[in-house]
Each structure stands twice: as C-alpha cells, then as structure tokens.
C-alpha cells in the first residue's frame, strides 16, 4: 500500500469548496488503474502529498513545519529518504490557507459566544467542533463515509458514558449517605469504647485493691505457715529422739527376756516332756516372728506416732477458721477505732484551741467591758409602767432594748416638737424633704403611721408605677392631704419612721425610701408569704383553719425546697411546733399570718424573713468566695457573670441580668453582650449593690466532681 504522503489527493474542479474562495475539489477518481499508477507515479517524481497552487489540496502546515516533523521521524525505506529531501527541499514561506482561516475564525466566534461558566460549559463546548467536523465531512464527499463512521463511534461513546455518568449519579448520593451513617456509627463506637475503657478501668482499680488485700493475707498466712512449720519441726526431731530410744529399751527388755528362759531351760531340761531340739527350733522361729513384729509396731508407730486424727484436724480446722473471722473482725474495728481516735485527737485539739482563744478573749471583754446594765431601772421612765416594759423587753438583746428604749425616748421628745425645721434644697436632700423653713408637725399616732405606709404600699402594688419610689410617695401624700399639707406629712412621716427602727412596717419603707433596699425585696417577701399561706388554704380540704404538723411540714419543705433542715425545723418552732408535739396536733395556721394594729406580725413571719436575710448574706458570701477577690479590687463584668453561674448553676438569664444590672447600676439593656467590651467597678460597691437588691439562689450547687 503506498504511504499516505504518495497518495493522489487531486480532483476535478468542477464542484467549488463551500466557505472557500478560489479553491476548487476534484472528488471523482482516475478512469483507469493505469492512468491511476501513471498520475502517483508522475507525482513520486514532482511533490509529494500537494495540490497545485490553482485548486488541488493545500499541504499546509506540513511546507510550514515539514523541515522539523520530517526530522523527528524513525528511519525508513529509500522511498521515504527521497520523499523527505523532495520535502526539505520545499520553500518553507507558505501562507495558510482561507479556508483553514475561515473555520478557525468560525470556531474562535462560537466558543466566544458560549458561556462556559455553567455546569454544561463543557458539552456546549463540542458543539462548535461537531459543526466543522460536519463541513470537513460534507465538503469532502470521498471520505464522507470514512468520517461519518469516525463521528458515530465517538457520539455513541460519548452518549455511552453519560448513560454511565447519569448511572452513577445515585450511586453518588447513596455513598454520601453510606458515608455519614458510617461516621455516625464511628463516633457511637467511640463512646462506647470510651466507657468501657473508663469501667474497665475503675475494674482495674478494684482489681489491683483486691490484690493488695490478698497479698496481705497471703504475707500473714505465709508467717502463720512458717512459724507451724517450725513447730512441726521441733514436735518431729522430739518424736524421733523417744522412738529411737523406745526401740533401744524394747531391745533390751528383749534381750533380758532371751537371757531369762535360756537360763530357765538350761536349769530344768525335762520340764517340757518334749524333744528339746525341737523346742530350741521352735523357740528360735517364735523369736524370729517376734522380732520381726516387734519391728513392725515400731515402724507403725515411727511413721504414725506424730498423726493427729482426722476427727481432730477437722475441730482445730474450725476453731482456727473461727479465730481467723475474729481476728480480722477485730482488725476492722482496731481500724474504725483508730481513725475515730485520730478525729478526736484532731478535735480535742481545736477543742483546745478554742478554748484558750475564748479564754484569751474573755479575759479581754472582763478587763475592758462595762458591767450589764440593769435594765429593769427603766421599767420607772417607760410610759404604761412595769407590765408594759417587760412585754417590749420580753425576748429582746441587749441591743434591741437599746434600740426600743431609744424609740421611747424620741417618741416623747417627736411629740413635743410642734415644728420640724425645713432641710432646704440641697442634692443630698431627698426630693420629698426639700423645703426652706419650718414645717408643721402633724404628730399622728404609729398605728396612723402604719395605717398610712399601708395604703401607700396598696396603691404603689394596684397599677405598674413607672416613677422612681420617693416621687411616688409625694405624689401620694398631695393626693392624699393636698399640696399644702403634703410637705408637712412628708417631714412627719419621715421622722416617723425614722426613729422605729424595731417596727417592720416603718423600717422597712424607710430602707426602701432611702435607697438602702429595693422595692423587690418587699415585694417578693409578700408574694412568698402570700404563696404560703395559700399552700395551707389548699392544704386544709375541710376549710376549718386547722393543719396538722405532719401536712404544716409538708407544705413547708415543699415550698422551700433549698432550706436547711435545721431551718425548717425553726419555722416549725415558729409556728407553735415543739419536741414534745406529735404529728397528729392541730395548728391554727390562719393566726400565723396576722398583724397588730401597728404592723408588727407574728413570730413565724418574722423568722421567714431573718432566714431571707442570713440566707442573702450566705449566698453573697459564697459569690465573694468564689470571685476570691478583696473588696477594694475591681472586677469586671464577665468574671461576677460567671462567678454568679458557677455558685448558682440554675439561674435563668433574666434574673442574672438583673443581678448584674444591680450590681454595676447600669439598665439591662446597656449590658455588655460582647465579651470584648468590659466594664468594671469596686468588688465592695457591687457586693453593696447585690445586699441592697432580692437576691437569692434559684436551685442548688452542683457537686464538685472528684478528680
């Protein structure tokens, strides 16, 4: 077959190229085999592989590169070295042909034209191609076949491959999923490795205590072996030192005896009547026996003599099985004992120490106190005499007989003023005092005082009040007396309750007037005993005012779940509850909640809201501790944030909000949400804050987990 460079690539020019100018395509084929060989052969000799400059088939880029393709080619026959110098011999300045120019301007505009960053860019891409794939096969009608065939075998592949491609596209998804549901068994395996990793190895630990305490016992029963061994030892060389010497005494007694009947037969030969060869032989074989036995019970009683019957083993067994329990029952309490001795030396110690330090200290108070005042001398200046100093003094201390002696005192010298003097108008007046001049006193009684604060707590508590608490009692006082009395009340009711600290009622609306507690503390501590005592109003099915003292700590546990057990107890005691009651008494739980006509109520309220105040005081303490900070250092937001959560897991974001919008005087709305922003103040000034505010845990503490 001649090579593809010596092939005829001449045709007719009858029919034009299409989108060519001036090229023309002879696609008809010799006549004749002979003219055919005649033509390839003509060529051979001119230019191989080339059409004529008026119409045949353009070589191009072979006359262009030829000198190169032609070099890098393996050796080959003569035919090919001729054709290769006709080559070299060539020009190599041939322009590329119009046609060539005119597909590849065609191409370059369709590419252009299509958007290639979608997901289809690369199939759209082809089709350019496609179409001047389809001009090469339609313009060259003779091998028209030859590529139509080339085209559908790669359209069928390529159709092949995206049926496989479009196949494997679930199979995608499906491996995705295979893949998480994979990694999620992976994690679970995990977990579970890791807990049996930690049982197993609180298992070891339990092991390896279980070794050494054998190992203990092993120690102490290799001493006990030891020490028998011993004995038996020193009880076996005993034993054979007495069977050795038996044996030497049984061979003498033997010997003797031997000596006596030879002596006795010699002395009287014919006693027996008999043949005394035979007897002397017979003799001798009764000797022999006898010996022979006698060895025989020697040997058992060498082997046997130190055997302890088994009956006996058996009891010495038992009894050292038992002493083995006592001994180490005895061992465990020897423990228990000593560690219980050791706390109480510790405690005998500290015992000690506070001894000395209290003895210290009231060596001190004897020699620099004053001696207890006589407080019955003021039952004489106390208006209502004996009877009814004893009823203010009764359960009192030193320093609230104080405080009720004080307030009888200025109760009479507050009477005798007819006016108070005006404070004026300064800053650090309150708001409801400023007034320049004397101011009447109204001189009401404290049940009126009382009466009075009341109301205005009713009106404060019946709508939302947006005014700060000093305005709103203004306010009230002018829509109660008028704005020309107000002030007079404002200077009357303050003095008021100014001077009884001992009342509820006044001291704690002083506090609140003052700014020394907010109005929640009041407020809650109404709601908590109003909740309270409806606990026990639907505790009581029968609607007869009474409870026993099984449902009155019921109900109470149940409304004060974080109270101390010794807490409850003394609300119970409050409550009229003492050792000797049983659990069958009736209580008249409505007379725990009444008040006398000057506000003051019962002791089971009173000690409800001592508990609030050493429980707020415990709380801020144990946040103080925590934070372990002193009260002149700052701390910032963040750290009493966190210091808050830690003391008091449970606490929700509102009423930590609040704490801390107490604690640095700023709204909740102006809280720092960025951990970057930062604010700070004095540890003593946010503890100040907290005190002021109703501040008290939610739920427990959570326990330290050992490490």
């Known amino acids: 077959m001649a090579s593809p460079q010596s092939r005829d690539y ?9 989108r060519s100018s001036g090229v023309t395509l002879d696609d008809s084929f010799p006549e004749s085999k002979s003219s055919q060989k005649f033509k390839l052969s003509q060529k051979r000799k001119t230019l191989p ?3 004529s400059m008026s119409g045949n088939l353009s070589p191009w880029p072979t006359y262009a590169s030829g000198q190169t393709i032609l070099q890098n080619r393996k050796p080959c026959s003569d035919d090919c070295r001729k054709r290769t110098s006709s080559w070299q011999q060539q020009p190599i300045g041939f322009a590329k042909p119009r046609y060539l120019e005119q597909l590849e301007n065609y191409l370059h505009k369709e590419l252009l034209l299509l958007d290639l960053g979608t997901d289809s860019a690369q199939e759209l891409r082809l089709q350019p191609y496609r179409e001047i794939f389809e001009f090469f096969i339609e313009d060259f009608k003779t091998y028209k076949p030859l590529l139509s065939s080339i085209k559908n075998a790669y359209e069928v592949m390529l159709a092949h491959q995206k049926e496989k491609i479009r196949a494997l596209e679930p199979l995608k998804g499906q491996l995705i999923t295979m893949s998480e549901d994979c990694n999620e068994r992976i994690l679970a395996m995990r977990a579970e490795e890791k807990y049996e990793i930690s049982m197993l190895k609180k298992e070891k630990m339990n092991l ?11 120690i102490s029963l290799q001493s006990e072996v030891s020490k028998l061994r011993k004995n038996l030892a020193e009880e076996y060389l005993r034993y054979l030192t007495e069977r050795d010497a038996r044996k030497i005494l049984i061979a003498d007694l033997n010997e003797l005896r031997y000596q006596r009947e030879d002596m006795s037969l010699a002395q009287s030969p014919g006693v027996w009547g008999e043949d005394p060869v035979k007897l002397t032989l017979a003799l001798k074989m009764t000797r022999q026996d006898l010996t022979h036995t006698q060895m025989e019970l020697n040997t058992m009683k060498a082997n046997f003599g130190d055997v302890v019957p088994r009956r006996d083993f058996e009891m010495q067994e038992k009894t050292n099985k038992d002493l083995q329990e006592q001994l180490d029952s005895l061992r465990a309490d020897y423990e228990e004992v000593r560690k219980e001795h050791e706390i109480l030396l510790q405690l005998h110690m500290t015992t000690l120490k506070e001894r000395d330090q209290f003895s210290s200290e009231l060596q001190d108070i004897q020699r620099t106190s004053t001696p207890r005042p006589d407080w019955t001398k003021c039952a004489d200046v106390v208006a209502g005499g004996q009877d009814r100093w004893q009823m203010l003094a009764e359960g009192k201390n030193s320093e609230q007989l104080v405080d009720v002696l004080l307030e009888e005192i200025g109760e009479g010298l507050l009477r005798e003023k007819e006016f108070f003097p005006g404070l004026g108008y300064g800053e650090a007046v309150p708001p409801f005092l400023r007034f320049d001049g004397p101011v009447k006193n109204k001189k009401p009684s404290k049940k009126d005082v009382v009466k009075l604060l009341k109301d205005a707590w009713k009106e404060r508590l019946s709508k ?10 203004f306010n009230f006082l002018e829509h109660r007396f008028g704005p020309s009395d107000a002030i007079a009340w404002a200077y009357t009711i303050f003095e008021n309750i100014k001077l009884f600290r001992s009342n509820e009622v006044m001291s704690r609306f002083y506090a609140i007037l003052m700014g020394k507690m907010t109005e929640s503390v009041y407020i809650n501590q109404k709601e908590t005993v109003a909740q309270l005592l409806k606990e026990m109003i639907n505790a009581d099915s029968q609607n007869e005012g009474l409870l026993t003292m099984e449902q009155f700590s019921t109900i109470l546990k149940s409304t004060f779940p974080l109270k101390k057990e010794e807490h409850i107890q003394h609300l119970m005691e409050a409550g009229g509850w003492h050792p000797n009651s049983t659990s069958a008494d009736l209580l008249d739980y409505r007379s725990l909640f009444k008040e006398d006509e000057e506000g003051q109520s019962e002791p089971f309220v009173q000690k409800l809201w001592e508990q609030y105040m050493v429980e707020k005081d ?6 103080k501790q925590e934070l372990g900070m002193e009260l002149y250092e700052e701390v910032t937001f963040s750290k009493l944030q966190r210091a808050l959560m830690i003391i008091d897991p449970t606490l929700d974001k509102q009423t930590l909000n609040t704490h801390l919008s107490q604690a640095f005087q700023i709204p909740v709305s102006e809280l720092p949400e960025d951990e970057n922003e930062d604010i700070m103040t004095r540890l003593q000034t946010a503890m100040e804050q907290l005190q002021m505010a109703d501040v008290k845990r939610i739920g427990p503490r959570e326990p330290e987990s050992a490490s």
């Open 618 to 623: 415990e709380y801020l303490q144990e946040l």
């Open 49 to 51: 592989v080339q059409f």
């Open 464 to 473: 939302e009040q947006k005014e700060k608490f000093p305005d709103f009692f």
């Open 208 to 218: 390896l205590k279980l070794i050494d305490k054998k190992n203990e016992e092993k």
């Open 10 to 18: 001449s045709f007719s020019k009858s029919r034009k190229y299409p």
